[in-house]
C-alpha cells in the first residue's frame, strides 16, 4: 500500500502546488499487470471515481485567529530561542496558484480583503472536490479517496510567489536557458524508463530536494522541527529527508562539496529563524536553478498554531532578479510524521521497468501488450 501511494505522487509537480499530477496510482496498476501477465479490464473494476462528501474528510485542526502583523510574541525555549519545535502541516496550503492568476492582473497581495480570500477558499474546494476523482488517467478508476489531505484546503492567499509585486517568477537567463536546452538535447533519444536513471530522484526515493521537500503535495505534507541551542533538524514525511542546521553562523562547506539538499546555516533575528543554503549539485534543481544557488529561508511565528515559511532564491546564473515564494505552516500535533518506508519494498521502480521492457519485446514482436488507451513506455504517463 505504501508503495502505491508513493508511486501515485511521484511525478506530482509539487512546485506548483496547484497542479495536477500526470502519473496515477493507475498506472502503477497497468505497470503490474503487464508485468504479471493480469489483464487490463481487471483495472476497469477499480473504485468508482465518485466526488467524496464533506463527512468522509478527516476534520483539521481550527487554527487560532491570526493577531496583526509583527505584535505575537511565541514562547520561548529554556535556553531562549523563539518555540517552534513540533509536527507542522501545509496541507491548507494545496491548490494556491505558485504565481499570480490572470485574472488577478494588476492586484498585489496585500491588497486581498479575508471576504476575498474566503471566497477564493470556497470556489478552490469545490474545484478539487470535482478533480480529485478525475486524476486517474483511465475512466472509472482512481486512488482511494482517503488518501488525499488537499480536501477543504484553507488557503491563506491568492498565490504564493510574494516578491516580486507582480507575483511572477523572473525571466531566465540565457545562461539558464542555454543550459535547459542541453539538457532536453541530452535527453533525445531515450525513453521514460530506459533506465533507473532516467526516473527523478523521486521515483527513486532519494530526496525531493530543497525546497521542494516541503512544497504541499496531495498527501504527506507534515514536517517535524527539532531545537537545540545550537542546532535546527527538519524531518519531512515525505521521502524522509533530514535536514541538520547548524546556528554557529560557520562558514559554508568548501565549493567543491555539493549536496543534495545543499549546506544550510541558520540564525535567529528576532522571532524568525533565518536559513541560508548554498552547495547545491546539478542534480536537484529547482525550476531550472543552478548549482550557485543561494536560498534563504525565513520562519517566522504568526500566531500559536502558525508558522510563516518564506523561501528566497538568489541565483543570477538562472533568474534575472531574485524571487521570493512564501506560505504557512500549522503546528498541529495530532499530525505528526507517517512512515513513508519508500525504499522498503518499493515495487513501482521495478514494475515501471519491467512493463517498458515488456513494451519494447511486443514492439519487436509486432504486437502491443495488454494495455488501457493513453499508456506509454513504463506506464507512466
Not at 354 to 375: D, L, N, Q, V, W
Request: net charge negative; proline share 8%.
Amino acid at each position: 500500500m505504501l508503495v502505491d501511494r508513493r508511486q501515485r505522487s511521484s511525478d506530482t509537480q509539487a512546485i506548483e502546488v496547484s497542479h495536477i499530477m500526470d502519473k496515477t496510482f493507475a498506472g502503477v496498476c497497468i505497470a503490474v499487470a503487464l508485468t504479471a501477465g493480469i489483464s487490463a479490464p481487471i483495472i476497469a473494476h477499480a473504485q468508482a471515481a465518485n466526488p467524496i462528501k464533506a463527512s468522509e474528510v478527516p476534520q483539521r485542526k481550527k487554527v487560532a485567529p491570526l493577531p496583526p502583523r509583527g505584535t505575537y510574541k511565541p514562547k520561548k525555549t529554556s535556553w531562549g530561542d523563539p518555540d517552534i519545535g513540533g509536527a507542522y502541516n501545509n496541507s491548507d496550503e494545496t491548490g494556491i496558484p505558485f504565481e499570480r492568476p490572470q485574472e488577478f492582473a494588476g492586484r498585489t497581495l496585500d491588497t486581498f480583503t479575508p471576504d476575498e480570500i474566503a471566497s477564493i477558499q470556497k470556489q478552490r474546494q469545490e474545484q478539487t472536490i470535482e478533480r480529485n476523482p478525475t486524476l486517474s488517467e483511465f475512466p472509472g478508476a482512481t486512488s482511494p479517496m482517503h488518501w488525499f489531505e488537499n480536501y477543504f484546503a484553507a488557503n491563506s492567499r491568492a498565490w504564493l510567489v510574494s516578491a516580486p509585486a507582480d507575483g511572477k517568477v523572473p525571466p531566465l537567463t540565457a545562461e539558464a536557458q542555454q543550459r535547459a536546452a542541453a539538457l532536453r538535447e541530452a535527453r533525445q533519444g531515450h525513453g521514460p524508463a530506459d533506465s533507473y536513471t532516467d526516473r527523478s530522484l523521486y521515483d527513486r526515493c532519494i530526496t525531493r530536494g530543497v525546497p521542494g521537500s516541503m512544497m504541499p503535495a496531495i498527501y504527506g505534507n507534515s514536517y517535524q522541527i527539532g531545537q537545540s541551542p545550537d542546532a535546527i533538524t527538519i524531518t519531512y514525511e515525505m521521502i524522509h529527508d533530514t535536514r541538520v542546521i547548524p546556528l554557529d553562523r560557520g562558514a559554508h562547506l568548501s565549493p567543491a562539496i555539493r549536496q543534495y539538499v545543499g549546506d544550510a546555516r541558520g540564525h535567529w533575528e528576532g522571532n524568525t529563524l533565518i536559513v541560508e543554503t548554498t552547495n547545491f549539485t546539478d542534480k536537484t534543481p529547482y525550476r531550472g536553478s543552478s548549482e550557485h544557488l543561494k536560498l534563504v529561508e525565513r520562519f517566522t511565528p504568526l500566531g500559536p498554531d502558525t508558522l510563516e515559511w518564506s523561501v528566497t532564491f538568489d541565483d543570477p546564473h538562472t533568474w534575472a532578479q531574485p524571487w521570493t515564494f512564501a506560505m504557512n505552516l500549522t503546528h498541529d500535533e495530532s499530525q505528526p510524521l507517517f512512515e513513508y518506508a519508500c525504499h522498503e519494498g518499493n515495487l513501482g521502480m521495478r514494475n515501471m521497468l519491467s512493463a517498458a521492457r515488456a513494451e519494447e519485446a511486443a514492439a519487436k514482436a509486432g504486437s502491443s501488450p495488454a494495455a488501457a488507451p493513453g499508456t506509454t513506455k513504463g506506464a507512466a504517463k
